[in-house]
């Protein structure tokens, strides 16, 4: 069975999340920003959700982390927690 690592940053609208993938896209610090704005407890690790596998996360999560290249920042993904930047950090 699939497993990931991800990390992630959880914000209330799509335009803070927009804004916030264009600041990594000009090289932000991942882990800086979801400690500074991520409204999910994982923030404070720099937004790390640890390592799962398929069908532990929402739907629109897991298609992503399934699916997109490794270390490249995903986004905006809306879920019914808010608006998300998705990376994955690893996948095997």
């Keep these: 069975m699939a497993r990931a690592r991800a990390r992630h940053i959880l914000v209330s ?3 803070a999340c927009s804004d ?4 990594l896209k000009n090289g932000a610090d991942f882990g800086s920003l979801a400690k ?7 923030g404070q690790q720099g937004g790390d959700l640890g390592e799962f596998g398929p069908g532990e996360m929402v739907k629109e999560f897991d298609q992503v982390v399934f699916s997109a290249d490794i270390g490249v920042p ?6 019914q927690f808010g608006y998300h930047i998705v990376e994955v950090t690893q996948r095997g």
Aim: some cysteine; hydrophobic content about 15%; aromatic content about 0%.
């Design 13 to 15: 609208s799509e335009s």
């Design 74 to 79: 995903q986004g905006p993904v809306q879920t």
């Design 20 to 23: 916030l993938l264009e600041q």
């Design 36 to 42: 500074q704005h991520s409204t999910c407890p994982s």
